[in-house]
């Protein structure tokens, strides 16, 4: 247990800002907070606003909506998760439509008419700015003396961004969790639910972990003991630093627990090591410039990062600034015989053991004591920040630890930049969700469970009658088109530095697509165009050919010798007849030579993946290049190998029952 010392209820600042109540050993004289400063909003709900301290006395920004009446008289919790440089308001709303897409009968006001209570707060280290959509209500912000204006909860020393450890934001939502059971005894202990999309994505991931590992997943002295039964993580991450630093190798079958084979060997499991390791196995990736670089902007903006706090987390100081000038600085991450720069190095252990779903333990104990919370993943083709498979690999491990695992993921033009965010697409994913929630809270488990996927369009959004569904992740497809370019390059480590393509198809830099405006990324130069780096153009398609998978471009590659390390970013287009280039996919690969790759072989690129159609008539135009500057950090040349390549081709998994080769 966490906190000692005189437990008392600061103030009560009713209709202004929320209660604030002192730390406490048990929490049992501050609940009370969560019922003192209430309020009826539009639509109908009551909410009640708190700012409670949390295990280590850190304060939390809080908001409880009560269940609407008439609609029992024992309820689930639900715990709603923002995002990063977010508040409490995101998944707040005073009606059940909200937005319309990803909060579509997926909010507040949805989950409270339907017999929930809900928590939602302020995540530690981020400010509370207030309702951003005009359906959020306007709840007041925390506003203790050591949190910064305009009050939430970034609140130094302790109330610092950790980027979901485990041992401190998981444990916040744990503990406050168990504050609000405390605090409404009609709360059923043994239905609680975790959702969020993006950062409480993550944390939904590590929440159902801690789950699976302990008999009760939120269990403190001197309070109500409660069990998760579901989470529904919407465009996680489940391996951190491969979502932010993708290295494109498949797994690490050496870093395997002893007696047990690892098989995270196919694309739908790349990560940056082995489970159950600290991310063991394979070489930092290529850095996804644009997104970290905006992220940190971001949470510099809303918040404020810890800097290398020796507490409360159980693995040392995490300096975030310190981590990213080192990722800035670029390579060698490494020396020969495997052994990674000491920052570098601790970066991995960290985001790996302490930040990501995929490398903790409770999945086995879990497993091994019938505990297998129910997980519904949402993620999105064209997120290109967390892509597919940080829940495929997940999907793809649950499923090989227990067949029975109720595990399901929904893939869509969904999420993160450059997603479309169709409402009609969310609409149905949502209705999903919900059906998955209801079969699951109370305990029950499904006897089947599946992988749906809704496709990609540049006019004319996917409706749910346009899902398609499989047994798992690789079961979408049916067969295998072969585009077989045989073409030769030598690429040096600038190449692509000059490619207009290269900052029109960045998710950031590229600015926002949304199903309102032009729709999907188009090629900023003509078919005809020289390249700066490799491109091939199959020749027409005979028939339709749908992708819908993960997919690889692959070569032979030889390394030019003395350098370490060197870069391969693929781009995947549909081009129509009048030379209209679509972008469809992309891709990246980080050679590492000190002991992870040799220096001549095939080299394998996985695709991010897609649901697209490529009509009959249309061409493929695959590009490699060493630079895909600013979603990826360019290789430091001093370092890089240029790399001759030959026998390029496409090998992308398609709708139609048959293998199919084209040139």
Not at 188 to 207: D, F, I, M, P, T
Not at 279 to 287: D, E, K, L, R
């Amino acid at each position: 247990m966490a906190l000692a010392g005189t437990l008392a209820l600061l103030a009560v600042l009713p209709g202004t800002a929320p209660t604030v109540a002192a730390a406490a050993g048990d929490g049992s004289p501050y609940a009370g907070a969560l019922r003192a400063n209430c309020a009826a909003y539009p639509g109908g709900a009551t909410i009640c606003s708190a700012q409670v301290p949390s295990f280590d006395g850190t304060p939390l920004d809080v908001d409880v909506t009560r269940p609407m009446p008439g609609t029992g008289d024992i309820h689930p919790l639900i715990v709603l998760l923002h995002g990063f440089g977010n508040d409490k308001h995101e998944w707040e709303s005073t009606s059940e439509v909200a937005d319309g897409a990803d909060k579509y009968h997926w909010n507040s006001h949805w989950f409270a008419e339907h017999g929930y209570y809900v928590l939602t707060y302020t995540a530690r280290g981020f400010r509370d700015n207030g309702p951003k959509a005009s359906h959020q209500p306007s709840t007041p912000a925390g506003a203790a003396p050591t949190c910064l204006p305009p009050g939430g909860s970034a609140c130094p020393p302790a109330g610092t961004i950790r980027v979901k450890n485990k041992d401190v934001e998981i444990r916040d939502t744990q503990w406050l969790a168990a504050l609000v059971a405390l605090a409404y005894p009609d709360i059923n202990r043994n239905q609680v639910a975790v959702s969020g999309g993006s950062y409480g994505g993550g944390e939904s991931w590590l929440q159902a972990a801690a789950q699976a590992g302990s008999e009760y997943w939120s269990d403190w002295p001197g309070l109500p003991r409660l069990r998760l039964q579901v989470a529904v993580p919407k465009y996680p991450w489940t391996d951190l630093a491969y979502a932010l630093m993708p290295n494109g190798h498949p797994g690490g079958p050496s870093q395997a627990p002893a007696g047990e084979p690892y098989r995270g060997s196919d694309l739908y499991s790349s990560a940056q090591g082995a489970p159950d390791s600290l991310g063991v196995g394979n070489p930092i990736g290529v850095a996804k410039t644009s997104y970290i670089g905006g992220l940190y902007s971001l949470g510099t903006a809303n918040g404020v990062f810890d800097e290398g706090s020796l507490s409360p987390q159980s693995n040392g100081p995490e300096p975030f600034t310190a981590w990213l000038a080192r990722v800035d600085a670029g390579e060698p991450y490494s020396v020969p015989g495997r052994v990674d720069d000491p920052i570098m190095g601790q970066l991995r252990a960290a985001f790996s053991g302490w930040h990501s779903a995929y490398y903790q333990p409770g999945w086995r104990i879990g497993r091994d004591a019938g505990r297998t919370p129910a997980i519904f993943s949402v993620s999105g083709w064209t997120d290109d920040l967390f892509p597919p498979v940080e829940s495929f690999r997940m999907f793809t491990y649950l499923k090989r630890l227990d067949r029975d695992w109720p595990v399901d993921v929904a893939v869509g033009d969904i999420g993160h930049a450059r997603a479309q965010n169709p409402p009609a697409v969310w609409q149905a994913i949502n209705e999903q969700a919900w059906r998955f929630l209801q079969a699951n809270i109370t305990g029950g488990r499904p006897a089947r469970t599946t992988v749906s996927s809704y496709p990609t369009r540049c006019v004319g959004a996917a409706t749910a009658a346009d899902a398609i569904s499989a047994g798992s992740p690789e079961g979408l497809a049916k067969g295998t088109l072969i585009v077989d370019y045989n073409g030769s390059v030598l690429l040096p480590p600038t190449s692509g530095a000059t490619d207009p393509d290269a900052a029109v198809t960045d998710a950031v830099a590229g600015g926002t697509i949304t199903s309102t405006s032009a729709g999907c990324r188009t090629s900023a130069r003509l078919i005809t165009s020289p390249s700066d780096g490799y491109t091939g153009i199959s020749q027409p398609l005979p028939t339709g050919q749908t992708l819908i998978g993960i997919g690889r471009a692959q070569a032979r590659y030889a390394a030019m010798p003395g350098a370490t390390t060197a870069v391969l970013a693929a781009r995947v287009w549909d081009v129509s007849p009048d030379g209209v280039a679509v972008l469809v996919s992309r891709g990246a690969y980080r050679f590492d030579f000190t002991g992870y790759d040799p220096r001549s072989g095939v080299i394998q690129v996985p695709l991010y993946g897609n649901h697209w159609t490529f009509p009959a008539g249309h061409r493929i135009r695959l590009d490699l290049a060493q630079v895909d500057q600013p979603t990826y950090r360019p290789p430091n040349p001093a370092v890089t190998a240029a790399l001759d390549l030959s026998a390029t081709r496409l090998v992308l998994p398609v709708r139609a029952q048959a293998d199919t080769a084209i040139r």
